[in-house]
């Protein structure tokens, strides 16, 4: 599995990171429990199974277009089986809904299983935890209280699941 990933700037980065730490401390899930390399606020904009061998050259025009302004907002839930993830949501503007077409344009249109990175389907968001039961969605709700951060989608990296390797592209 392949995925394009928005990397941002370092005022939303440490905001995330903040959440990620609050949530480890709670004893509560959290994406920042991962001590991987390649474990950092990202926001996925396409992902597929398989990806052409000059993907990486070919998205190097589009990531010429970053930086990108963003708004991380408050909190949204997403509903994965009997559990949800809790995320930080990006406020949409034509500009972000601009590169996301560009990329799929690129990369061509997702598979069903991966429907959610459809231009008519996609929420940009940066994840905080995953499979959080609805007590734990509780307490996470209780705990954290975002604010607005402004801030840059400054970078573009390409993530191969299966090899484990990131391929910066900005």
């Known amino acids: ?15 995330v990171r903040g959440d990620w730490q609050r949530l480890v401390d709670a004893g509560l899930p959290s994406a920042g429990r991962h001590p991987s390399e390649s474990n950092r606020p990202h926001v996925t904009v396409a992902v597929r199974d398989e990806l052409s061998a000059d993907a990486a050259s070919a998205l190097a025009p589009i990531a010429a277009a970053m930086p990108l302004v963003c708004r991380l907002g408050g909190l949204v839930l997403f509903p994965a089986r009997d559990r949800f993830v809790l995320a930080r949501p990006l406020v949409v503007t034509a500009e972000l809904l601009r590169f996301h077409a ?6 061509g249109e997702p598979p069903e299983h991966y429907a ?5 389907r996609w929420t940009p968001h940066i994840t905080l935890a995953r499979r959080m039961t609805p007590a734990q969605v509780g307490q996470a709700l209780e705990l954290l209280e975002p604010e607005p951060v402004e801030g840059e989608l400054a970078g573009l990296r390409l993530w191969d699941s299966e090899e484990k390797v990131v391929t910066p592209l900005r």
């Open 1 to 15: 599995m392949f995925s394009v990933e928005m990397i941002p700037d370092g005022r939303v980065d440490a905001a």
């Open 102 to 107: 560009d990329v799929v344009e690129l990369v």
């Open 116 to 120: 959610v990175t459809a231009p008519d």
